[in-house]
T-cell receptor, first 114, second 114 residues
Framework: DTAVSQTPKYLVTQMGNDKSIKCEQN?????MYWYKQDSKKFLKIMFS???????INETVPNRFSPKSPDKAHLNLHINSLELGDSAVYFC?????????????FGSGTRLTVV | AQSVSQHNHHVILSEAASLELGCNYS??????LFWYVQYPGQHLQLLLK??????LVKGIKGFEAEFIKSKFSFNLRKPSVQWSDTAEYFC????????????FGIGTKLQVIP
């Protein structure tokens, strides 16, 4: 039973398209995150939600819009996809934001924009 | 703002060799520190964490890390590596308290040769 699940696992799409990535956690955690891992494996936080409320919004193009319908779900919608959006996107959750509990990560969504 | 630097980007070891991966962080206050591992093609998993108490922290799979506050360091160690330890290792830091994000280092790729 997967703790943090993301769909789809792979996504190949053309420039200019709009796409969504979904994330669900069954751990009962209050906080969820989106991270982007680029081709050099660098992980950068994009967004964080605590109990459906946006608490971290890093410098991310406004083509990226997160949505949290409830505390178990955090989806990421991307408009007008660009080549530079190609990366692996990881969803994560934690029981308390930024505390010493660590994150539980999903398996990632590899987005390729062609 | 907090930051993390990992000194070794690519480490190659023979099986049974000892491992030490360096990690230094920059932050003026109290921190929580983490090491994550990412096996090829997989998501990140928490290896160990420090948030208070004994600065020598033991994690899964025989890994340990030592928090040296005066040196702002949190180096990862393992006395004898195995081929299955081949992976990318990420050091991470978050400030204690509140809605603070976890900042990751750039990662160290460990390759263990049988």
């Amino acid at each position: 039973d997967t703790a943090v699940s993301q769909t789809p696992k792979y996504l190949v799409t053309q420039m200019g398209n709009d796409k969504s990535i979904k994330c669900e956690q069954n751990l009962g955690h209050d906080t969820m995150y989106w991270y982007k891992q680029d081709s050099k494996k660098f992980l950068k936080i994009m967004f964080s939600y605590n109990n459906k409320e946006l608490i971290i919004n890093e410098t991310v193009p406004n083509r990226f819009s997160p949505k949290s319908p409830d505390k178990a779900h955090l989806n990421l919608h991307i408009n007008s996809l660009e080549l530079g959006d190609s990366a692996v996107y990881f969803c994560a959750s934690s029981p308390v934001p930024g505390q010493g509990n660590g994150y539980t990560f999903g398996s990632g969504t590899r987005l390729t924009v062609v | 703002a907090q930051s993390v630097s990992q000194h070794n980007h690519h480490v190659i070891l023979s099986e049974a060799a000892s491992l030490e991966l360096g990690c230094n962080y920059s932050y003026g206050g109290t921190v929580n520190l983490f090491w994550y591992v990412q096996y090829p093609g997989q998501h990140l998993q928490l290896l160990l964490k420090y948030f208070s108490g004994d600065p020598l922290v033991k994690g899964i799979k025989g890994f340990e890390a030592e928090f040296i506050k005066s040196k702002f360091s949190f180096n990862l160690r393992k006395p004898s590596v195995q081929w299955s330890d081949t992976a990318e290792y990420f050091c991470a830091v978050s400030s204690s308290g509140g809605y603070q994000k976890v900042t990751f280092g750039i990662g160290t790729k460990l390759q263990v040769i049988p």
